[in-house]
């Protein structure tokens, strides 16, 4: 479709059902003038009436299970109604070009950056790179497209801006150049192929799944390359509970090495225990060999992998409460993963700069304004800085939101929903 069609068709109507069904009706204008406006910025960079469509890729909220995925545990995820979303269009020069909103324009040569160059690691274009080069490993194709895209998926805010965006170059390439066919269980595992190994971020594949593929799912990675992924039929809202994500303004500049040393000590303690991940160990012969393995390996590995082994089986409980819609249930054990992330995990703040705890503070606000009332608090997503995750009664939210923007500033407490669908071509 032309983009002047796609604008007329936007504040037409002809969308309305779609843009509902991801956002709900009282979101329902504000998308629409969204989408419109980056029709609009699209057009001013890279032409008028090109042969365009519209993208989304959703946020992600991990709901049980931190940091278990990387030694191929469980985990229950959703994605949220906090997306990228993207105008594209196809060229003939090989070259992918994204202009992403307040950031410089990348653009990718599909003929030169093939391979992995640790000298642009932690660049957007290296993620791009490594999306393409994904799909040629995989026997898709691939080609040039230009896009514009714009987010509310806050980057250092734990709902994982960096597997929206991988998400989002491979839901282009499979719409424009695979006619949709690649689906989007394969596009994350080729986004965290792309994190792994061009951008050089050893993360695992929940967050890049959650965002995919939308709505509530476990995931069980026992087989990482085929991961069982299970949707869960529980409505948080009609519960009468928002999911409350709390931006503490922390820095995530400096905490790649914290990031990585969480997956490295685990999969240390397995690999002292002749295995490749904590999945593949027991946990009694684990806790029989702490003595030797303290010495070779200190406390803080040994500490992590008991989180772990207590984390796996948290999912399954929570799992099962969310199914049974025992809220109850699952609050307790949101409040245990967030103790145990605290305590044994330890990736609550860095020690690079023990002065800057928004995360403790965080969740000591949390606890002494919900602990009278069903709810639950934890750290969100990788940690260190950043966000907590708070359920709150939708009754208390706006008391819950006017407290934490006191403490860390106005709109640092984002009130969320949802979203039935991950990665989507409108």
């Not at 994605?79 to 070009?97: E, F, G, H, K, M």
């Not at 394969?186 to 965002?211: S, T, V």
Request: a negative charge; proline letters at 3%; hydrophobic letters at 45%.
């Amino acid at each position: 479709m032309k983009t002047s069609e796609l604008k007329s068709a936007l504040l037409g109507g002809q969308f309305d059902e779609r843009l509902t069904y991801i956002y709900g009706a009282e979101a329902l204008e504000k998308q629409k003038a969204r989408y419109a406006a980056a029709v609009t910025e699209f057009e001013a960079l890279y032409g008028a009436d090109r042969d365009a469509a519209l993208y989304s890729v959703a946020g992600r909220s991990e709901l049980s299970g931190n940091h278990t995925d990387h030694n191929f545990g469980c985990v229950v995820a959703a994605s949220i109604d906090l997306d990228i979303i993207a105008v594209a269009a196809p060229n003939a020069d090989r070259v992918i070009r994204v202009k992403s909103e307040g950031f410089p324009e990348d653009a990718v040569s599909l003929d030169h950056f093939t391979a992995p160059d640790p000298d642009r690691f932690g660049r957007s274009d290296a993620l791009i790179a490594g999306m393409a080069a994904g799909f040629l490993k995989e026997g898709y194709a691939v080609g040039g497209f230009d896009a514009y895209t714009t987010s509310n998926v806050l980057k250092g805010s734990g709902i994982s801006s960096s597997a929206a965006f991988e998400d989002m170059i491979g839901n282009i390439l499979s719409h424009i150049y695979n006619n949709g066919s690649v689906d989007n269980v394969e596009i994350a595992k080729l986004a965290q192929y792309a994190e792994n190994e061009f951008f050089g971020k050893p993360c695992g594949l929940m967050d890049q799944m959650a965002c995919a593929v939308g709505g509530i799912i476990a995931i069980d990675f026992a087989d990482p390359k085929n991961p069982v992924i299970e949707k869960v039929d529980f409505d948080l809202t009609a519960a009468g509970y928002n999911l409350c994500i709390v931006n503490t303004g922390g820095n995530h500049a400096d905490l790649t090495d914290d990031y990585a040393s969480v997956p490295a000590e685990m999969k240390s303690i397995a690999a002292a225990m002749g295995k490749k991940v904590l999945r593949e160990t027991d946990e009694a012969e684990v806790i029989a060999a702490i003595p030797t393995l303290r010495e070779k390996l200190g406390d803080r590995a040994i500490l992590r992998a008991l989180h772990f082994f207590a984390e796996n089986r948290r999912v399954a409980l929570q799992k099962d409460a969310l199914n049974r819609g025992n809220v109850q249930a699952f609050f307790e054990n949101v409040i245990a993963s967030g103790r145990s992330s605290f305590c044994y995990l330890q990736n609550v703040y860095t020690t690079k700069n023990v002065a800057e705890q928004g995360l403790s503070l965080a969740l000591c606000l949390a606890e002494r304004l919900l602990t009278d009332k069903t709810a639950a608090w934890r750290v969100h997503g990788g940690g260190f800085a950043g966000t907590v995750q708070a359920f709150v009664p939708s009754a208390f939210v706006e008391d819950f939101r006017a407290a934490m923007d006191a403490a860390f500033g106005e709109g640092r407490c984002m009130v969320l929903r949802i979203r039935p669908v991950g990665a989507v071509k409108i």
